[in-house]
């Protein structure tokens, strides 16, 4: 590696007419100490794992936890957690971790300050943070979540779409939208087109492509040995592809029909507020999520045969341990429950048992207001981030520009190929 070519005795060339010269210089330089860095959004910056770290700002202030009724802007609610994947990872040789993510990060908060776009966060682009870490240390991996979160969809949206119209459906009967509310509220399972059209993934694609090329060119301008590899990591999806059979009906009522508030109740204690028919469209939301990094990859390595660029492909990282695919969830789940909270009061409520829809518009109107009541929801928990952590060395001790893949058996061990 560059850093013991660094250690060893400093030697200076002189070039004369006569020939090459050698001439022993002074001490060595000390060698930098070795870096993985995780850039991105909040798959990888540990949103939903806890232990939360203060986070510097734009100013160069540290954030700490701001309060519940603080503007999401604070750059605190990047959620960058101890428990993230890049620090649970087994990385031999890598001396120091930095996690320089922020939950929601889209592909422009590489390269600008989040707080330049809308809802974004008060933080440096991550490429001017990459910048500050490159010149205390050597960076030798980089791990990158990118294309959750674009200016064609965000994560956050899809799934609250999906969540709320469950919820709608399971609250509202049709009669009440005739005779309070003049109009229809949307409560139909999510469709493919609802989520991401193809148009829109294409798009994203580009956009996530050339944040990561901007994440390359920097790498090279900065990196002291030019020596890292880069690891592009997919999704997982929180949810299986259909729910255990307990939470498929409740009190003879299914969620095909008007109103389900058992259903809806039970539902949301398992943290899987949402149709059965929106599960299937929900995958290939994720799939797509896959394949758009997939195919940056394979853009940018075509582009730069030298470099080591990988890609982590963890779509079955948590299967078999979703939410509401076994009873008795969230326990055991790898993902965190859909949680909301009756204002910003730091209680999460757990179940929606004996509540009316006035009640539960109330909630939401929270979740709006003041998003960081429930930006937890339907991600990787601190379990999750030790399995993605897992599937992480799996990927750094792979061969160079390696794609690799992994899956979760059904006795919770992980196949990594």
């Given at each position: 590696?560059?850093?013991?070519q ?5 030697v200076?060339?002189?070039?004369s007419?006569a020939g090459?010269?050698?001439?022993q210089g ?7 100490p ?10 990888v910056?540990g949103e939903?794992?806890?232990?939360y ?12 936890f701001?309060g519940?009724?603080?503007?999401n802007?604070?750059a605190y609610?990047c959620?960058r957690?101890a ?7 087994s990385?031999?040789g890598i ?5 320089l993510?922020?939950?929601g ?11 330049a776009?809308p809802?974004?966060?008060v933080?440096a682009?991550q ?6 870490v490159?010149?205390?240390h050597?960076i030798?991996v980089v791990?990158v979540g ?5 200016t064609?969809?965000?994560f ?6 999906c969540?709320?119209?469950?919820i709608?459906?399971?609250?509202t009967g049709w009669?009440e939208f005739?005779?309070y509310l ?11 087109s609802d ?7 294409a798009?994203a ?5 050339a944040?990561?090329?901007?994440i ?9 040995d ?16 259909d729910v255990?059979p ?6 003879g009522?299914?969620d ?7 259903l ?9 507020p949402i149709?059965r ?7 290939a939301f994720?799939?797509?999520l896959?394949?758009l990094v ?7 390595a ?7 660029l990988?890609?982590?492909?963890v779509?079955q990282a948590?299967?078999g ?6 009873p008795g ?5 790898l993902?965190t ?7 910003p009061?730091g209680t999460f409520v757990t ?10 518009q109330?909630a ?5 207001t003041y998003?960081?009541t ?13 399995v993605?952590?897992?599937c992480?060395?799996?990927a ?5 520009r ?16």
């Amino acid at each position: 590696m560059g850093f013991l070519q660094r250690a060893a005795a400093a030697v200076m060339l002189l070039v004369s007419a006569a020939g090459i010269q050698v001439v022993q210089g002074g001490p060595a330089q000390a060698a930098l100490p070795t870096a993985a860095v995780a850039l991105g959004d909040s798959f990888v910056s540990g949103e939903g794992a806890g232990a939360y770290q203060p986070v510097v700002d734009a100013s160069g202030t540290a954030q700490a936890f701001p309060g519940w009724s603080a503007a999401n802007s604070n750059a605190y609610f990047c959620h960058r957690s101890a428990n993230a994947s890049v620090f649970t990872a087994s990385l031999p040789g890598i001396q120091q971790r930095f996690n320089l993510a922020c939950s929601g990060a889209q592909p422009a908060d590489i390269a600008t300050p989040a707080s330049a776009r809308p809802e974004g966060r008060v933080v440096a682009s991550q490429l001017d943070q990459l910048r500050a870490v490159a010149q205390t240390h050597d960076i030798d991996v980089v791990l990158v979540g990118l294309g959750s979160n674009n200016t064609q969809f965000t994560f956050g949206d899809v799934a609250t779409l999906c969540a709320n119209r469950f919820i709608a459906d399971a609250w509202t009967g049709w009669w009440e939208f005739w005779a309070y509310l003049k109009g229809e509220v949307p409560q139909k399972p999510c469709t493919a087109s609802d989520l991401a059209t193809d148009t829109e993934v294409a798009a994203a694609t580009t956009e996530t492509t050339a944040a990561l090329r901007q994440i390359l060119d920097t790498l090279a301008q900065v990196d002291a040995d030019g020596v890292h590899q880069v690891v592009l990591q997919t999704y997982t999806n929180p949810l299986p592809p259909d729910v255990a059979p307990q939470y498929h009906d409740e009190d003879g009522r299914t969620d095909t029909r008007d109103k389900f508030r058992a259903l809806g109740a039970e539902r949301y204690a398992a943290g899987c507020p949402i149709h059965r028919a929106s599960l299937a469209p929900g995958h290939a939301f994720s799939q797509n999520l896959g394949s758009l990094v997939k195919n940056a990859h394979h853009t940018l390595a075509a582009e730069r045969p030298a470099a080591d660029l990988r890609v982590l492909d963890v779509q079955q990282a948590f299967d078999g341990a979703r939410l509401c695919e076994n009873p008795g969830s969230p326990a055991g789940a790898l993902a965190t429950p859909v949680r909301v909270q009756d204002g910003p009061s730091g209680t999460f409520v757990t179940s929606l048992s004996g509540w009316d829809k006035i009640g539960i518009q109330r909630a939401a109107n929270t979740c709006v207001t003041y998003f960081q009541t429930c930006q937890e929801s339907w991600h990787p928990n601190a379990a999750g981030h030790t399995v993605l952590g897992q599937c992480l060395a799996g990927a750094f001790a792979a061969a160079p520009r390696a794609t690799v893949t992994c899956a979760r058996n059904a006795n919770g061990t992980l196949t990594i190929s």
